[in-house]
Each structure stands twice: as C-alpha cells, then as structure tokens.
C-alpha cells in the first residue's frame, strides 16, 4: 500500500470518486489528521474542465483580465501564483511542493497513481477508476460489496492506519 515516492520524504496519494462523492469533505479531514500529527501535507485539484481562478475584482484579477498571461500575489504568509497555459501535467504540479512530506490529489482517477476512491450509496454504484493503484475503497456500502479492501466515510484513523499515516 506504499504510494509513489517522488524524493525519499514525499508520497502521494489520489482520492477519486464520482461528482459529490465527498471527495473534498474527506481530503480535508485527512489533512487535519495529518497537520495534527506534524505532517506537511499538500493538495492539489485536478479539474477536467477550466475553473475561475481569481477572486473577481481582486487586484490580480484585474491583471488577468486585462491580459497578463500569469500574476503572482504574496505576503509574508503565503504566496499564490496563477498561469495560463495549456497541457500543465501533474509532475510539474508536484514539483511546486518539494517540502511537502505528502501530496494529495483530488481527481486523476484515471492514473495510476496510489489512490483511494469514494463510492457513496445514492450517488455511484461501484468503482469507476482505474484499478492499477487503486489500493482502498472509501464506502457506506456494506461490507463485503467490493472485493476491495473498504473503509467507512467516518473512520479517518483506520483510513490512515490502512495507508501506514497512523
């Protein structure tokens, strides 16, 4: 259940699942689980369609509309960086977090990057990644349902017991 390191202190993990799976709702309580225990964790959201990516009105909103093909804001607190262009792979997304001990990504579910995915009763009936790295299903289904390894929505520490995190 390793997932693929990039350097020797960084993994990475894909959470998947069809559209309202929980998908965000559970990356944000896994990132909170590992934030308390010290790990430096990123997230990076892989749409498939185009996403708005300023907050309208802002100053470098402005700056994209008027034209700049990419703007930058930072503080002594954080920094933001937004480019226009096209075909930008995951890899290079990875590579803008080297300090990250642990990368998550929501979506990619067709890779085969280590992943779980989220299949929620109401919403999808099985599995719809790809199965090579697939290594854990994430369900209120009942046991026995998949022949996959399963975990319930509200258990996080088996869930991370289960990814050796814990």
């Known amino acids: 259940m390793d ?3 990039v350097n020797k202190q960084q993994r990475i993990l894909a959470v998947c699942g069809v559209k309202n799976s929980g998908k965000t709702t559970l990356i944000e309580k896994i990132v909170h689980r590992l934030a308390e225990q010290g790990v430096k964790t ?5 749409d498939g369609h185009d996403f708005s990516s300023d907050v309208p009105g802002t100053d ?5 509309k008027a034209g700049a093909y990419g703007t930058a804001v930072f503080s002594p607190y954080r920094s933001m960086v937004v480019k226009e262009e096209c ?4 890899e290079e997304m990875i590579s803008q977090f080297p300090e990250a001990e642990f990368i998550i ?3 990619m579910k067709n890779s ?3 992943k779980i995915e989220l299949v ?3 919403i999808s009936d099985g599995p719809v990644s790809n199965p090579e790295g697939r290594i854990l299903i994430v369900t209120d289904y009942e046991k026995g349902k998949f022949e996959e390894e399963t975990v319930g929505f509200e258990d996080i520490e088996g869930l991370l017991c289960r990814l050796h995190l814990s």
């Open 120 to 122: 929620r009763n109401g």
């Open 105 to 107: 990504i929501e979506g």
């Open 60 to 64: 470098s909103d402005r700056f994209q």
């Open 112 to 114: 085969a990057y280590p």
């Open 42 to 46: 990123a997230v990076i959201k892989h």
């Open 3 to 5: 997932s693929i390191a």
């Open 87 to 90: 075909n930008t792979g995951i």
